[in-house]
């Protein structure tokens, strides 16, 4: 069917029967508003294909109405999300913007993604609806709105596990392997920066973990633990410092509280030195001076791994997980602002 003007499913308009516009081409609005359908099973409205030129209407319906608009096209949507029933097909649905009065609230807006089928939400996922209302919303200036679908798109992919897919001709061990390193990563990125809609979460991250490890670090330098020490072998041979010793008989020292080793070498201030750990690119001159305080490794591999354990080996273990979380925060942080940087320069 071709209307060179708008169609009207307006007003008095009563449907008992599904209403099929299939691959119809409508040059004005398709104004569905006030209308009734009747119909108790399957789609009240079928608009597969069709495309309209200017604004589909679908608000004051007398009752919520199950739309198969798979693949269909219009100008613009200027609807309601109470207007969809349960189990709208949106597959393939495009629309230039949302019009009106129609809400763009990632929450509401959500909820009508929602309406769709089990099957597409689920074992047979669609993602063009959930991109497409991205572009939208993003294209229309409701960024946070944007970012808000995003989300939600990336947690619906996990949660049917539609992350670290591989190939049909992939071994099934290397595939679960595959997926179990994606999964991890996919989840410690969306916890971290929300898939990179988030990039001050992951300051937030990098700022908490700083001061956990600056209040550890403390901890572990101060007695009875006297974990960290300077890292300059002549210092350890100087006798001036003997008393600074941890592993000195019968009185054990501290390099952090030792008085004679202030005056000529560089104090130790443990949130300076966290954040030198943290920050793979800053030097500011702590890590190069200090470190953890370790003794002499055991002969045997199960008795240096199960057996040899002290506080130093805890300040060794913290330095090494604040270097590598240092590290993948900065390459994530890089990433997503590169990101942010070409996609601005694009649109």
Not at 143 to 154: L, P, W
């Amino acid at each position: 069917m071709q209307v060179n003007g708008g169609m009207f499913l307006r007003g008095g308009f009563l449907a008992k029967h599904e209403v099929r516009l299939l691959g119809a081409q409508i040059g004005g609005n398709l104004d569905c508003c006030d209308g009734q359908f009747e119909v108790k099973a399957g789609a009240a409205l079928s608009a597969e294909r069709a495309v309209v030129k200017g604004v589909l209407f679908l608000r004051g319906l007398k009752a919520a109405v199950r739309l198969d608009l798979s693949h269909a096209e219009v100008g613009v949507l200027a609807d309601e999300v109470d207007a969809w029933a349960p189990g709208s097909v949106l597959d393939g649905f495009r629309y230039g913007a949302l019009g009106g009065d129609a809400p763009t609230s990632g929450a509401e807006r959500l909820a009508w993604l929602h309406k769709q089928p089990e099957e597409d939400l689920g074992a047979n996922f669609r993602p063009q609806p959930w991109r497409q209302l991205q572009r939208v919303l993003h294209e229309m200036g409701h960024h946070e709105d944007a970012k808000q679908i995003g989300i939600a798109f990336q947690d619906r992919l996990r949660a049917i596990g539609r992350i670290g897919q591989s190939p049909p001709t992939t071994s099934p061990r290397v595939a679960r392997v595959r997926r179990v390193f994606a999964e991890g990563a996919h989840f410690c990125f969306g916890k971290l920066a929300l898939y990179g809609f988030r990039p001050t979460r992951l300051l937030a991250w990098m700022a908490g973990v700083w001061l956990v490890c600056g209040v550890l670090f403390w901890l572990l330098a101060l007695p009875p633990f006297s974990a960290l020490a300077p890292s300059d072998p002549l210092v350890f041979q100087n006798p001036a410092y003997e008393t600074c010793l941890p592993d000195r008989s019968p009185t054990p020292g501290n390099w952090f509280l030792c008085a004679p080793l202030r005056g000529e070498y560089a104090t130790f201030s443990p949130f300076a030195f966290s954040l030198d750990i943290l920050l793979p690119l800053v030097d500011l001159g702590q890590e190069k001076y200090w470190g953890a305080f370790v003794p002499t490794p055991r002969p045997g591999v199960g008795e240096e791994l199960f057996l040899n354990w002290s506080s130093g080996h805890v300040a060794r273990l913290l330095i090494w997980f604040e270097t590598l979380f240092g590290w993948v925060c900065s390459l994530l942080l890089v990433a997503i602002v590169s990101g942010l940087a070409r996609r601005s320069e694009e649109g």
